[in-house]
């Protein structure tokens, strides 16, 4: 897989081009290699990003947004290769991918009413003949770096609305799937989107800091782990950039007692394991108020026993990791939670995997009895492991949530409004659900989270995303008007 510039593939102009594997988590097969920028590829990504510019910036609001409409009737009309692409290099199952694909979609919908959302103010007669109006306009060629948990979707949170509010874009993809990327960037070529406007890189960490040390980068709009997040936060606005890095997570889902148990069991096991726990708005801490615990520990250990863990391709309910060393990663945690006196209910380590080759795969894993102090519940693990932990009151589970150091997403369920509303006051998340387990805002809305998972300011696409790809500037204006007052050196004041 090569890099995508002036909308036409390239090996980079590295002297000596460096690859990296990537696989098919669910057989361990290598299926291709992706390149490796270094500072002189991204310096032609970026200078090809900073010439499209002028022009695209200059492209009326009307023909922007056509070239929108098309990609999103393109993308529409073939989302199902998008879905199997990722399954391929992900691991998530096929359904799954082709729902990352329809929420990236809704963003490409949002962003086609970009004329309506770029509507300025005007004030006429501010003072005595003087109006005053304001717009905002786009910043120039802005930095998208993606995490591998939705190749496809996470670009898409950003992509459409810098696009058409008149930037360009220099994404540079996870490393470990790739494809999802290019194929979006072909797409534009089709749509009809001109040389340069989006801009492929591929690479690891020394193709991030040439974008993230750039001068002619002027936002970086960044998703991933925690330190990184934070790293390009700290990094990028040293260098004068606009940014938001969304990070981490260890979201909860707090049971109160009068909550129906059946229709939390499924939740749970919706937003424990769908994407493999992949997903920064999984539930990792399931916090049980009450008596609760034993019966709904049983209804979700039924569940989870009956889960099919598999190749995504063959209507399995679960799929692999995305890597062998992750896989690794998240039985060690497994361990580790058995080590430190967690009661290990269902056991994903071992398992009947409907696959051929050597996958990555854990099954779906749950814990009882865990506690606070315990490396499964301090630490982000990133895979199919739901950790139960049993609390006396509604006071205790927020106070629980709220010390956490990650507010991404959270869920209540409970018949109680008042509960409820409640929760939505006190806690410190920023995506709250009510009896819904995985509450990932529409388009239209913004997505983040607080605390130490997002750096920055602003969340992603809504009105916050429109305010972040763009800056306002206010006009005040007066012709030919014979009352200005002629000298006058005081401060201008209104008449
Ligand atoms: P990651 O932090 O390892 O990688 C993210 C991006 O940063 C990739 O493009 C990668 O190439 C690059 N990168 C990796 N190491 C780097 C380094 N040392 N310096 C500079 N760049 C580096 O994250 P990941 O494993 O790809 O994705 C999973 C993580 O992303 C999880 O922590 C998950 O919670 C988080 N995530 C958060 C959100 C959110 O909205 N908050 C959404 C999706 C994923």
Not at 191 to 204: C, S
Not at 423 to 449: D, K, L, Q, T
């Amino acid at each position: 897989m090569d890099h995508w510039i002036d909308n036409a593939y390239t090996e980079g102009v590295e002297p000596n081009i460096e690859r990296a594997d990537v696989t098919n988590p669910a057989t361990g097969v290598t299926t291709g290699q992706v390149v490796m920028a270094g500072q002189a590829t991204v310096d032609q990504a970026v200078a090809s990003a900073k010439a499209a510019f002028p022009a695209w910036r200059d492209t009326s609001l009307s023909k922007r947004t056509q070239i929108l409409f098309r990609y999103r009737e393109l993308l529409n009309e073939r989302k199902e290769e998008l879905a199997a692409l990722i399954t391929a290099e992900h691991g998530k199952v096929l359904d799954d991918a082709l729902g990352e694909v329809n929420r990236g979609l809704e963003v490409v919908e949002f962003a086609c009413g970009m004329p309506n959302l770029l509507k300025g103010g005007y004030t006429e007669n501010a003072s005595t003949n003087v109006d005053v109006h304001s717009k905002r306009q786009p910043l120039g060629p802005v930095a998208i770096i993606s995490p591998f948990n939705f190749p496809a979707m996470v670009p898409m949170w950003f992509f459409p609305v810098a696009i058409a509010a008149g930037n360009t874009v220099v994404i540079k993809p996870s490393e470990k799937d790739p494809s999802a990327v290019n194929w979006e960037a072909e797409l534009w070529k089709e749509a009809g989107l001109p040389d340069g406007v989006f801009n492929v890189v591929h690479g690891g960490k020394p193709a991030v800091d040439a974008l993230l040390e750039h001068d002619d980068i002027k936002a970086v709009s960044f998703v991933g782990s925690t330190p990184i997040a934070k790293y390009v936060y700290e990094t990028a606005t040293a260098h004068g950039k606009r940014v938001q890095a969304l990070g981490g997570a260890k979201n909860h889902m707090l049971v109160l007692p009068d909550a129906d148990l059946d229709m939390v069991a499924d939740n749970a096991i919706n937003a424990g394991f769908g994407s493999a726990g992949e997903r920064c708005m999984a539930i990792s801490a399931l916090v049980a108020v009450g008596d609760i615990a034993d019966e709904l520990v049983e209804k979700i250990a039924e569940r989870a026993r009956n889960l099919r863990t598999g190749d995504g391709t063959r209507g399995t309910d679960m799929g692999p990791l995305v890597t062998s060393e992750h896989r690794d990663k998240v039985a060690g945690y497994i361990d580790a939670g058995e080590r430190e006196g967690a009661t290990v209910v269902v056991d994903g380590r071992d398992g009947d995997f409907d696959a051929d080759g050597n996958g990555y795969f854990v099954g779906p894993t749950l814990f009882d009895h865990v506690t606070p102090e315990m490396t499964i519940y301090k630490e982000e693990i990133f895979g199919p492991v739901l950790s139960v932990l049993r609390v006396d009151t509604y006071e205790e589970g927020l106070e629980l949530s709220n010390a956490n150091p990650y507010g991404n997403g959270t869920a209540i369920f409970t018949n109680d409004g008042g509960a409820a509303r409640r929760f939505e006051n006190e806690v410190e998340v920023g995506m709250i659900g009510i009896n819904v387990p995985i509450p990932v805002p529409m388009a239209y809305y913004s997505f983040g989270g607080w605390k130490n998972s997002l750096f920055g300011d602003t969340h992603a696409h809504g009105a916050e995303g429109v305010h972040f790809f763009t800056r306002g500037k206010a006009v005040t204006t007066r012709w030919s008007d014979p009352s200005h007052g002629g000298i006058n050196l005081g401060f201008p004041q209104n008449q």
